[in-house]
């Protein structure tokens, strides 16, 4: 940034700091609560403001008080489930905040030991694999011991772990295999469809004065009477009074001024029943009109992930290798660099896919030797990667230098391309000057009990080192080094313009670290932008772990795992039914809402590549197949297969949340594990036949997407899961779209039934063609492994 620029932006900052804007710019997330339970909620996680003076009003069913100037505990009737409203104020500014609250519902897990154990739990995916958790108990002395666990509508894994070992349940027939030589069983949860309530988007209508927005509430009973006081729509961050709306049989119209109306809005609706929630109905306005192609905020977000290294060799004369003699092909320099990504900007490689935004994986300068792995067979790796900082502020020799990632992100910012760097928060190498020079900024490496803190992900999930010579930092114990990584981050956002971050290893980092980022973010950078930064985070783990970091006062968004955990076995293995894949959906929709900005990936750098599933090469139950990778590396045989990937990025690309594809997953490259994974970029003519094919039907997939804002920011409404066939209503106030997804090896003839009130009597598909719909039901032949996309009309 040149000294004129920095003396603007430090001007402007001055700016705001003389006269700010007291009004909270965050939309406020819906609170979810438990009945009968306290729930501590850290305020700044709510939302962003430059001082926390607040006065809480408590409400019928909530008792709320401070714990301290950072955080609330808030109280719900036990008697209590269903919608209500939070009052508070700050700075003479009124707000109102919408809370759910719901009772739980458990659920019996049983085991009958064959032999004797000291101690049995209950572990698996509803709480994160924790093995030391929930306690089994054998209350009645006769052998059966059973535990209690909350659960919502799902697909659940599960095991027992009995005196340090793992036990199926042999009780229980429905099992996978999960990875690692053994099965886990699965329990399915179902819904209570009877009582279920949906609320669809209707219509709206724009006058001079006033602008109208209709809604229609679906119930399975015939008739139900619901009155004003069911529903709760919000306009921002305020509750709508209820004399701006009126309800008409089963149809909701709410009219608001056009004074009121002014900018970027977003309207908020839902109805509570007899304590049954609809769907929260979330349409973003811009001067009342809902968005459209010619407007982006994140959830246009269509993101494209690359390593530099291994996608286009732009500048031979840069190109050098780490010489060792134990140092394979494989995991050494290739000759990727930035201008590489230049270059295919340029040739309108981006464009012409329909992608808008490129994560590029890290740039720092990294170790000039190569390093041993820890975990046999002790492979060494150079940090072609990225992920082994040696310098805070230099670009790797390898990819460029700083002013080419500068005028990378300029020229990306000319064709309307957002660009994310891949911030490492964590660790650094040890090479580096921060660990050098400030030992204790980082964590120990010995444990009291003799061990080393390597790679225990769980037991340590704070403190452990991912390599000896990666030592992590230790955030919650310096705050020197909170300071400096925190204003490091900052640093890069100004001086590159870059738009956002993707974090790696979120998990592994405490959320004061994110809390301080987000918050000076907020600060320096966004009153400087036009649109917020984009900030989305790596964890596996449970819903609860991963969505804990998902709120105003930390990240965007993170990768959403759990859901393509159910989502590639069952586009994989015919046997799988999409009922599975919908019960998963829903529970995403019930954490992050329906209009999400976590990102869906087929696969990733860290991930097997989908395609060595669907050739065969890989099992869905292989976790990890590095020595596949490094030994008999998968190759695509049959043709066919490529279908298989077709199909699920039409499905990726038509469900809420941001579609992420891993460079050469657009036209169907395989791989195995790390560094497999990874292979050099193909271009043009490099590519096969079937493989240019495969791009074209990715490249209108994705344009598809691009082009209609139903799949952008619609709501999801399922239309019919069984075995093989999976079809979902995308709707927003602009169009609907019915997307049908059928996975079998042969052609099937389906009836899809639409929504009542909808009275459509034709369609138009992805080719233009028309389909005529009688009362309201559409018949259609499906290809074998094929996709479409319908416009009601």
Known sequence: MSLLGKIAVLMLLLVNQLFPDTKIQDIIKPIKLLAGKKTTINIADLFYSQNYNINFTNSKYLNIKFLNTDSIEINS??????????????DENIYDIPVFVKKEKFFKFTFKPTEKFKEIYLFGSFNGWNR???????????????????????????????????????ENPVKVPNGFG??????????????????????????????????????????????????????????????????????????????????????????????????FQEHYLYDGKPASN????WHDGIIYSLMIDRFYD????????????????????????????????EQNYFDSLGVNTIWISPVYDNPEEAFREYPAPHRYYSGYHGYWPISSEKVENRFGDFDKLKELIKIAHQHGIKVLLDFVSNHVHNDHPYFKQHRDWFGKLDLPDGRLNLRLWDEYRLTTWFEPYLPSFDYEGSEDALETMTANAIWWLRETDADGFRHDAVKHVPNIFWRTLTEKIKQQVT??????????????GSYDLISSYVNNGQLSAQFNFNLYDVALPTFIRNDISFD??????????????????????????????????????????????????????????????????????????????????????????????????????????????????????????????????????????????????????????NERIVVVLNKSN?????????PEFLKSSSAIDVGGTKININQNQINLVLPEKSWNMYILQ
Request: contains cysteine; aromatic residues 12%; hydrophobic residues 35%.
């Open 77 to 90: 009737d036990k008697n209590f489930q269903g919608v209500t409203n939070i009052n508070f104020k700050v």
């Open 314 to 345: 732009g500048d031979k004369s840069i190109n050098s290798i780490i010489e060792h003699d134990s140092l394979n092909a494989k995991a050494n320099y290739i000759g990727g660099d930035l201008q590489g990504i230049i270059d295919k900007i």
């Open 182 to 279: 053994d099965f886990n069983s699965i329990r399915t949860i179902s819904d209570d469809s009877e009582s279920k309530i949906f609320l669809h988007v209707d219509k709206y209508s724009a006058a001079k004065q006033k602008v109208e927005y209709c809604f229609y509430l679906e119930t399975k009973q015939k008739k139900i009477k619901f009155r004003k006081f069911n529903v709760f729509a919000y306009l921002d961050n305020n509750r709508i009074h209820p004399t701006n709306y009126h309800v008409k049989g089963n149809k909701i119209f709410i009219n608001l001024p056009m004074k009121n109306l002014t900018g970027k809005k977003l309207l908020r609706v839902i109805v509570s029943h007899n304590g049954v929630n609809s769907n």
């Open 132 to 170: 030391k958790d929930i306690l089994m108990k054998d209350e009645n002395n006769d052998g059966m011991f059973d535990a209690e666990v909350a659960l919502e509508p799902g697909v659940y894994q599960y095991k027992f772990f009995a005196d340090g070992r793992e036990i199926v349940d042999n």
């Open 294 to 297: 010619s407007t982006f905020s």
């Open 527 to 540: 009153p400087l932008r036009n649109i917020d930064i984009y900030q989305i985070g790596e964890t596996f």
């Open 580 to 733: 599975g894949l919908n019960k998963e959906m829903q529970k995403t929709f019930s954490v992050y809402g329906n209009l999400h900005m976590m990102g869906n990936i087929m696969d990733s750098h860290d991930k097997n590549r989908f395609m060595s599933f669907a050739d065969g090469d890989l099992d869905v139950s292989q976790w990890s197949a590095a020595e596949i990778g490094w030994n008999n590396p998968p190759q695509v045989d049959d043709s066919e297969n490529y279908k298989k990937l077709i199909l699920y990025m039409a499905y990726m690309n038509s469900i809420p949340g941001l579609p992420v594809i891993y460079y050469g997953s657009e036209f169907g490259m395989s791989g195995a594990s790390d560094p497999d994974n990874r292979r050099m970029m193909r271009f043009g003519n490099e590519l096969s036949k079937y493989e240019k094919q495969t791009l074209e039907s990715v490249r209108e997939i994705i344009q598809f997407r691009k082009n209609h804002t139903a799949l952008r920011y619609g709501d999801f409404y399922t239309l019919h899961a069984d075995q093989s066939v999976y079809s979902y209503l995308r709707s927003d106030f």
């Open 746 to 754: 042969e052609v099937s003839n389906v009836s899809i039934k639409l």
